[in-house]
Structure formats: structure tokens, C-alpha cells
């Protein structure tokens, strides 16, 4: 008899309609020498700390770390998901072959990996059914291409190595943090990559807390009812926009020259579930928790492809199949898909890409249509359509035109964007386009030389703060954990590497809000008091940094691809827990701890270690400064240098590197611009010139 075990009940009867399993017994499905049985997602959870001993069950700072020499797994879940891990482990101890049918992808790995160890079967023969999508067509395919088990050993190493590291950092930090801080009355919850979410999210809250607008003034001027704006930007001083206005009140203006470039907007790629998140958090709000149930209903509803994919790719064979996906959608979209010419489909680089897809390609529709569908997943079933027709669609060609002119001198520049091939575009024309700026303006036909009457006028501006984060941008920022670290280098070495895997940045969101580190206001994503408050109670930088979190991310990605081993990560994860403890303690015992939030509001995280006496640098409303100033230390970094906003940020990269990259915008005390880095030098911050 052969077991097949699914994730999920309604993936299991997908999978016995294809065999033609129609027995029906009490937590599986039979016939044709199958037995197609399912979890409810995890069964099997890794030990928790008194599992191992009895003792341990206290809470308390002399048992840290707890570091198991091998972890040990146990039965999870209601008593529902216990007696249907009791009928998996009957099937699998008299089945003379199991086949693993959990998702395609590393939890799912998990998922029968760590049940198959728990009900002893490691040794059984087993293959695996690595399913893209739950149609018939794919279903009989993947049971063509079953691979051994074993096949599969570095994606379960993977896996493995995440759950134990999370294990680690989560069980520790979180004991240590309640533990140490327990006046508070607090459970004080860390983890491996939700307290870097988190810090990023408070360290964007810190930035618009202290942004102070700087006041600007442009140079305007309206003729032939197009807007035109002073070539030399913005004035600084409000004198000085006014002594142009008035050289430019009353001679005409003249257009000095007209320039016509054609340009063309490919078509966007299409959905990774990172992407798909992002757009329907964008346009509707969805938050990234909600996008993923509905897709993940909408896979199993075989409507779509498996979602929790990190490619935005297909692979060369699924070219063949995707004339026939778009002639089936075509009852849904009759005239957008009836644009295409399907028998000549453009599978450009953009589309098909072999060495880009890894586990999954992207997120396509399977081709079938269905009747009716409660609104979010309508929301998200209507947007992968769209966007799988936008990629086949001509680009969209436009007329970009630069108008250059004068008055009396004073240079002037106006443009415009004109669209010529709408292509792609008409799919979304229906959608209002919030970005639109005076250069899409509609311009008349302008003839070098012509000249006549014009309005000029000043306009007072002044700059904005960084926006709160969405989770759309938050799911941005997760997907490249460098792209808001000021330093160069890291930033660079940072482009590929992410906070959490496409599966789990939703939950981690949703981790952050229950335990009310975070809150969701409509579409804003802030941090609580509690979550500024946890921030600064965490002395060690590294485990707020997104830099840290995304190398162990790229090197759980080298340990999927057989690149290197498991053991040496989770040894160096449990001789990072040691130090964690080690100099939180030392810190705790250098200086006294801020008031919980209940007692005082909480304004400041950590940013890292005084270089002069290693307490805490916190953020103060004009500077960072150590916290051991009742005991005498005067470090500052003030939040203002030679006029440049020194950033949270800013202040964070100094004090882990004692340096920064060089930043822009200084100004002399004669008010000429310059630029430098930042260094420490002796506990003072000083300049360091490019040479």
C-alpha cells in the first residue's frame, strides 16, 4: 500500500479524485492501492524546554541559554490534530511506500519531514510530489516526475536549520528579556527576524517624529496654459526666488528649443507572492496576511498556482501550455486577451527565465474560470488575470517632450507626456493614477522662436517627512533588507538578501500586531509604546539589524542549494545566543534600565553600545546620547551636524562601524556644501574628508 500524505484535507481529495480513491475511512482516503491521508498544516512542533528537563519549565536567568545537543519533536495542536497524527502514524507504519504531497517548499518540507521522524518511518522507501498547481493535467504530471525523498535533503536541511535557529534565538531572547525586565509585568517577545521588522518599523516612526520641514520657494511661470518652472530648481531663500520673479514680470517668454524622445514601458513582470502582496495592499488595501489566505484558496480551489513562490518567472516548458491558460480566460476577458495574437506570444527574458525559477515559477491562473468568489479572493483572482494578460501585452509608448525657454534670460523647462500605443495600459485605464505629476502634463505645439505674454509666480513649498510605513513598503523593505541601510557597502552586499521568505512575512506582520509591538491603522503600519519599549531593553544592535538577519536568510538559501552545511549555522546561531546573554548582561548591570511604558512614555529604541562606557545609546528629541549620563558619560551625537538631519539610522551604522559612508549634505559655515563621513574618535564624532 502506498501513503500519500497531504497538508491540507482539501488537497487530499484532489489528489484521491485524480487516483480514484472514493473510500472513505476515518482521517484518510482509499483505493487503487493508494491511502491518501493530510495534516492540518503543522502536527509536530519542536520540544519545548522542559520537555528536556523537567526544571526548565521556570523561567529563570541562571538556566540560559538553553541549547538542546539535539532537538526533540513532539505531537502539536488541539486534540483534533492529535488523533490525526495518531492515523498518519498507523498508515505510515504499515505502508510499504510513503509519497510526500505537503506544499512544494521548505515549511512543507518540514512539515512531513518532521512527521515522518516522529512516527519512526525514516526508513521506509519515499518518493516526492512536487505539485506547482491542483488541476488534473498538473497532478498527472507530477506523479510522472516523482523523485526519491532524498532528492529533497538539502530543502529539508533548510528548513530544519530555520526552526532550530528560530527555536534558539526565540526561547532565549524571550526568557531573557521577561526575565530580566520583569518589573515591567511584561511578556517581552524577540525573535530572529520579527524584532528587525520591528526596529525598522520603529526607527521609520523615530524619523518623522523628528523631521523638521525645511522651507523651499520655486519660480513658476504659466504660458499657453502649460506650466513652466525655473531650470535652476528650487531657492532656498525667499529673497532670492523674489528677486527672480521680478527680472521675469513683464518681458515675454520665449521658447528656446523642443524636444521629442520616444519612450516605451514594458509590461510588468509577473506575481511573486511578495509582489502580489504588495499590489493588493497598494490598490485595496488587502493586508499581506489576507492576500495569501485568498490565494492560498484560490490554489486549492485550482484557480491558480501554488502562491508562496519567490520567482516572478516561467520555465520553458510551460511556454507550450500557456496559449491554451489564455484562450480558456478568454470567456472571462474576452476583449483584452482578444488584443493578443496567442499562436505568437512574445516570451521574452522578461517572462521565461529557467535559471530564475527555483521551487516554483511565478503566479499564473490554471485556466480555470470560476463562477462566483467571496470579494477578496475576486480582488486577488482578477489581479493575477490581469497581470498574466499585461505580460503577454504590447509595451506602452509614449512621447516624452522637453520645452526649453527664457525670459530675460532666466532659463525655463517644461515637459509633458504624451501616449501614443496605450499597450498594457488599457487593462488598468479603468484604475486613477495617484503619481501623476505636472511633467505629464498635455502640452500645445510649441515652435522654437515663438515668444508672447507669460504669468510668473513664486510658490512656497516646504520638504515633507518620510511616509509611515503600508505594508506594502514594508513588505519592500523586508524583500531587500539593505535598501534602507545608509552604508554602501552593506547595501550593496545586502540587494539579494530579505527579513523572512515570501511564506513568512505575513505572518510575521500578523505576529507583530498581536502581541500589540505594532498597530495597523487602515493602511499604516506604526509600533506601539510596548514595541519602542522592548526595542530599548535589547542592547545588542545585531539582533534589531536587518543587515544580520538577511545574511542568515541568504545563507539558509546556500544550505537549500547544497552550498554548505547545516551544522556550522545553527553553532554559530547558538554562539550568538551566548553573547547576546553575556553582554545584555553586562550592559544590565552597567546601567539602570528606562521606565517600562506604563510608567513613562517611551520615545527612544537602543541604536547600539557607547564607545565610551558600552551602555545604551538612546534617541533623545536633539540628539542620541548614552544613557550613563547620571553616572557622568557625556556622549552625544547630536541629531544636527553642519545643517545636515543626522538620521536613527545614521547614528546606528556609526556606532556599529565607528564610521559612516560619506553623506551629503553639509554646509560650511561661509554656507558652501560639502560632503564627509562621520568617524568616532576618542567618544567624539568628527569629519572625515574624501580625499
Known amino acids: 500500500m502506498k501513503v500519500i500524505l497531504a497538508e491540507k484535507p482539501s488537497v487530499a481529495r484532489d489528489i484521491a479524485a485524480f487516483l480514484g480513491c472514493k473510500v472513505r475511512r476515518d482521517g484518510y482516503l482509499e483505493g487503487n492501492g493508494y491511502q491518501i491521508t493530510w495534516a492540518f498544516g503543522h502536527l509536530v512542533a519542536l520540544n519545548d524546554p522542559e520537555d528536556y528537563d523537567p526544571a526548565l519549565?521556570?523561567?529563570?536567568?541562571?538556566?540560559?541559554?538553553?541549547?538542546?545537543?539535539?532537538?526533540?519533536?513532539?505531537?502539536?495542536?488541539?486534540?483534533?490534530?492529535?488523533?490525526?497524527?495518531?492515523?498518519?502514524?498507523?498508515?505510515?507504519?504499515?505502508?510499504?511506500?510513503?509519497?510526500?504531497?505537503?506544499?512544494?517548499?521548505?515549511?512543507g518540507e518540514l512539515i512531513f519531514r518532521y512527521i515522518l521522524t516522529l512516527t519512526g518511518c525514516t526508513g521506509k522507501p519515499a518518493r516526492r510530489l512536487w505539485l506547482s498547481s491542483l488541476t488534473p493535467q498538473a497532478i498527472q504530471e507530477a506523479f510522472a516526475l516523482l523523485r526519491p525523498l532524498a532528492a529533497y535533503d538539502n530543502l529539508y536541511a533548510a528548513a530544519r536549520c530555520r526552526s532550530e535557529a528560530d527555536w534558539i534565538v526565540g526561547i532565549n531572547g524571550t526568557r531573557y528579556f521577561t526575565v530580566r525586565h520583569r518589573q515591567s509585568g511584561e511578556l517581552w517577545s524577540v525573535g530572529r527576524v520579527q524584532t528587525p521588522v520591528l526596529a525598522m518599523i520603529a526607527g521609520r516612526d523615530n524619523e518623522i517624529k523628528n523631521f523638521r520641514p525645511t522651507p523651499f520657494w520655486e519660480l513658476l511661470t504659466k504660458y499657453r496654459d502649460t506650466v513652466f518652472r525655473f531650470a535652476g530648481g528650487r531657492f532656498e531663500e525667499e529673497a532670492n526666488a523674489r528677486t527672480h520673479l521680478q527680472r521675469v514680470t513683464g518681458p515675454p517668454l520665449k521658447i528656446e528649443s523642443v524636444e521629442i524622445q520616444p519612450q516605451k514601458a514594458q509590461p510588468p513582470q509577473l506575481y511573486d507572492l511578495n509582489e502580489l502582496q504588495r499590489d493588493m495592499n497598494r490598490r485595496f488595501g488587502l493586508s499581506a496576511a489576507a492576500t495569501l489566505q485568498a490565494a492560498q484558496s484560490l490554489y486549492e480551489a485550482r484557480l491558480v498556482t501554488y502562491p508562496r513562490t519567490d520567482s516572478r518567472y516561467l520555465t520553458k516548458d510551460i511556454e507550450p501550455t500557456v496559449p491554451g491558460i489564455l484562450h480558456k480566460l478568454a470567456a472571462l476577458k474576452p476583449t483584452e486577451i482578444g488584443r493578443l495574437d496567442l499562436a505568437k506570444l512574445p516570451f521574452t527574458a522578461r517572462i521565461t527565465n529557467d535559471k530564475k525559477v527555483t521551487d516554483h515559477h511565478a503566479i499564473i491562473p490554471t485556466g480555470t474560470t470560476p463562477a462566483s468568489l467571496p470579494p477578496d479572493q475576486q480582488q486577488v483572482f482578477e489581479a493575477i488575470v490581469v497581470r498574466f494578460i499585461a505580460a503577454f501585452s504590447p509595451a506602452c509608448e509614449k512621447q516624452i517632450t522637453t520645452v526649453e525657454a527664457q525670459v530675460a534670460g532666466v532659463p525655463f523647462v517644461a515637459k509633458g507626456t504624451r501616449i501614443t500605443v496605450p499597450g498594457w495600459t488599457l487593462l488598468y485605464e479603468h484604475e486613477s493614477n495617484d503619481e501623476a505629476t505636472e511633467d505629464?502634463?498635455?502640452?500645445?505645439?510649441?515652435?522654437?522662436?515663438?515668444?508672447?505674454?507669460?504669468?510668473?509666480?513664486?510658490?512656497?513649498?516646504?520638504?515633507?517627512?518620510?511616509?509611515?510605513?503600508?505594508?506594502?513598503?514594508?513588505?519592500?523593505?523586508?524583500?531587500?533588507?539593505?535598501k534602507f541601510v545608509e552604508d554602501a557597502e552593506l547595501r550593496e552586499a545586502l540587494k539579494e538578501r530579505g527579513l523572512g521568505t515570501p511564506a513568512t512575512r505575513a505572518s510575521i506582520i500578523e505576529t507583530l500586531i498581536q502581541r500589540k509591538y505594532i498597530l495597523r491603522t487602515k493602511t499604516k503600519l506604526t509600533a506601539t509604546q510596548s514595541g519602542h519599549y522592548l526595542l530599548s531593553l535589547i542592547e545588542d544592535a545585531s539582533l534589531k539589524s536587518p543587515e544580520m538577519t538577511g545574511d542568515w536568510e541568504e545563507r539558509l538559501k546556500r544550505i537549500e542549494r547544497g552550498e554548505a552545511g547545516p551544522e556550522e549555522f545553527v553553532r554559530q546561531i547558538a554562539d550568538y545566543t551566548r553573547g547576546l546573554i553575556r553582554t545584555s548582561e553586562q550592559a544590565a548591570a552597567a546601567t539602570a534600565r528606562p521606565s517600562p511604558p506604563s510608567a513613562a512614555r517611551v520615545t527612544a529604541s537602543s541604536l547600539g553600545a557607547c564607545p565610551l562606557c558600552q551602555a545604551p545609546v538612546l534617541e533623545g528629541p536633539k540628539s542620541f546620547s548614552c544613557s550613563g549620563w547620571k553616572a557622568g558619560c557625556k556622549f552625544t551625537i547630536w541629531k544636527t551636524i553642519a545643517g545636515k538631519t543626522i538620521t536613527a539610522s545614521t547614528a546606528r551604522v556609526l556606532l556599529r562601524n565607528g564610521n559612516t559612508s560619506i553623506l551629503k549634505g553639509f554646509q560650511s559655515k561661509a554656507g558652501k556644501p560639502f560632503e564627509a563621513r562621520l568617524k568616532l574618535a576618542d567618544g567624539k564624532v568628527e569629519f572625515d574628508f574624501p580625499k
Not at 512656497?460 to 533588507?481: D, I, R, V, W, Y
Open 440 to 482: 505629464e502634463q498635455q502640452l500645445p505645439d510649441f515652435k522654437p522662436g515663438e515668444s508672447g505674454t507669460h504669468e510668473p509666480s513664486v510658490r512656497k513649498g516646504q520638504t515633507t517627512p518620510p511616509s509611515p510605513f503600508t505594508e506594502n513598503t514594508l513588505l519592500g523593505a523586508m524583500e531587500t533588507a539593505g
Open 57 to 107: 519549565k521556570k523561567w529563570a536567568l541562571e538556566t540560559l541559554p538553553i541549547i538542546p545537543e539535539k532537538f526533540g519533536l513532539k505531537p502539536s495542536g488541539d486534540k483534533q490534530a492529535r488523533h490525526q497524527f495518531s492515523v498518519i502514524k498507523q498508515l505510515f507504519r504499515t505502508a510499504d511506500e510513503l509519497i510526500a504531497a505537503t506544499d512544494a517548499g521548505r515549511e
